[in-house]
């Protein structure tokens, strides 16, 4: 900028005549190009020692090479006039302490790690952080002619989320990385993620730059199974060829993180078994640093669970419901009502959950993979408001309250008409926000609406079109139907039950939509019982 002023300086004191001819300095040199300075880091873990460079999208070098720090960050200076542009920020060498094989202070040899940048996204203070993801990302565009949106579509299918130049990672093994926020110890975790998987492959730690560029490779095509368009995908020279169900082995990789360490306190999350949509179960347990038990969490208020599914965009919590202390000391049992799956069934990938676990104000994250339930029983249905009960949603339209109605508990006695359902109810107040449905609270009304008065609850229900029994109030949201005859049919022929819930809320029965389009006042639960 001092420049830029004295060489206006000098071209304001000439004469018009001579203004137009005004183009260097004063010792008859040209004046140095106007630059940009943007920072950033290079993360495998960090790291220290790596040249960074910056390539225009015909490879040709614009800016450094400049070298990390022993943090693996840098700072490098773009000509203003190649913003424009579509720009590769790109790195090689290094050292870096692997998190998977824990070779801290050792030093393995980093390989080439890139980030796409789109033209004029870079403005003085830009950051770019190049990780595993830029990099996968950055070689579909540069090495397989991808668009970036192409390209995004293509990550995000295989590895469920988005990679962010703009986010600084953390090294999650590393005590550092308690006080990062949450989306950079979510993309430190991601890289974390790599390097186990690398190691799970029977990869070296340096080998897994080798895997980067064969995942890309392999999702040239659209799809993370182990070959390309012409057959399958070596992974560089290591002689190792990526497996069909590499997605498989990812996803697994991904959700084997069960152990994180705060400040204070180690915690472990247990999941009860096949964790699925729906209502789900796990147990975390909590011990302090001399590794004794955790107690009395409950009862102090200071054990919580945050959750959040990361999608392609944008992101949404899903409704908890309590947290109880076990008798073993140290051990919780939560609830969640998983919105919807990691995954369909036909493979479309949903996203990511984070299960936030915060013991006071120090936290860790989980991220479980969850599958779709079974097809035969109904595990949630959804119920609209009227005119008014509506909320306004992130686009600043008015719509109607969704209410999410959860199938929680079935207690069977074939026969007998002593069956037992139970129902979880979560109205929605914003994306990140579903609590219970309890009678007397105020539901807020998404961004800026008109908060909704819950003045009376009624919930019943009809089993294959009989007539309507009332629910019992549980408390926290949870009601039960007793007393109900469902069929179990035989080994051969099982039944699936139709149940049909209704629900009144301040005086108004929420309704939904059947197949034909019509407005019906209930939500069927389709409950297949165990066979006879």
Not at 132 to 149: C, N, Q, R
Not at 432 to 447: C, K
Request: net charge negative.
């Amino acid at each position: 900028m001092n420049n830029k002023f004295l060489t206006l300086g000098a071209c304001v004191a000439l004469s018009l005549g001579t203004l137009a001819g005004c183009s260097s300095s004063g010792d008859g040199t040209s004046a140095p190009p106007a630059t940009t300075t943007i920072s950033g880091s290079i993360f495998a873990a960090p790291v220290n020692g790596a040249e960074v460079s910056v390539e225009d999208m015909s490879g040709n070098t614009i800016a450094g090479p400049v070298t990390t720090s022993a943090d693996g960050t840098y700072s490098i200076d773009i000509p203003d006039a190649a913003l424009t542009g579509d720009l590769i920020v790109k790195s090689n060498g290094g050292i870096f302490d692997d998190e998977a094989t824990g070779a801290s202070g050792v030093g393995t040899a980093a390989g080439a790690l890139s980030a796409f940048v789109a033209g004029g996204s870079l403005a003085a203070d830009s950051s770019v952080h190049v990780t595993p993801g830029t990099t996968i990302h950055a070689d579909l565009v540069t090495d397989y002619g991808k668009t970036a949106t192409d390209a995004n579509k293509a990550f995000f299918t295989a590895f469920a989320y988005n990679p962010d130049f703009t986010v600084q990672p953390v090294d999650v093994t590393e005590p550092a990385a308690l006080t990062a926020s949450d989306l950079s110890r979510f993309f430190g975790f991601r890289a974390l993620v790599f390097s186990q998987l690398a190691q799970d492959l029977g990869l070296t730690a340096a080998q897994q730059f080798e895997l980067f560029a064969a995942l890309s490779q392999d999702l040239s095509d659209g799809t993370l199974n182990g070959v390309d368009a012409n057959g399958p995908v070596a992974i560089g020279s290591s002689g190792i060829a990526l497996p069909a169900d590499i997605l498989s082995q990812y996803i697994t990789t991904a959700a084997s993180f069960t152990e994180a360490t705060t400040a204070s306190y180690t915690i472990e999350y247990a999941p009860s078994g096949n964790t699925t949509h729906g209502k789900d179960t796990f147990t975390l347990t909590v011990t302090d640093s001399n590794g004794a038990p955790v107690t009395g969490l409950v009862a102090s208020g200071s054990l919580s669970v945050m959750p959040m599914m990361h999608m392609n965009g944008y992101r949404h919590s899903t409704p908890m419901g309590g947290i109880t202390e076990e008798s073993t000391p140290g051990e919780y049992e939560a609830t969640i009502y998983y919105l919807m799956p990691s995954r369909m069934m036909d493979g479309t990938t949903m996203g990511t959950w984070d299960l936030k676990a915060m013991v006071g104000e120090e936290s860790a994250h989980f991220y479980p993979n969850v599958e779709m339930a079974m097809m035969t029983n109904t595990v949630r249905v959804q119920l609209k408001g009227g005119i008014d009960d509506t909320i306004i949603d992130m686009s600043g339209l008015e719509v109607a309250r969704t209410y999410n109605l959860f199938r929680d508990r079935l207690v069977t006695a074939d026969g007998d008409n002593n069956d037992e359902f139970d129902v979880f109810i979560a109205p929605i107040e914003t994306m990140e926000s579903f609590p219970a449905l309890i009678d007397g609270m105020t539901l807020m009304s998404g961004m800026g609406g008109e908060p909704y008065l819950v003045d009376g609850i009624t919930v019943e229900a009809s089993v294959d079109g009989g007539g309507f029994v009332p629910a019992v109030d549980n408390g926290n949201g949870t009601w039960s139907f007793t007393g109900l005859t469902l069929n179990s049919g035989t080994s051969m022929e099982p039944v699936t039950n139709m149940i049909c819930v209704r629900l009144t809320v301040s005086g108004e029965t929420k309704t939904t939509v059947d197949a034909e389009g019509n407005a019906v006042d209930c939500g069927t639960f389709m409950v297949t019982l165990p066979s006879m």
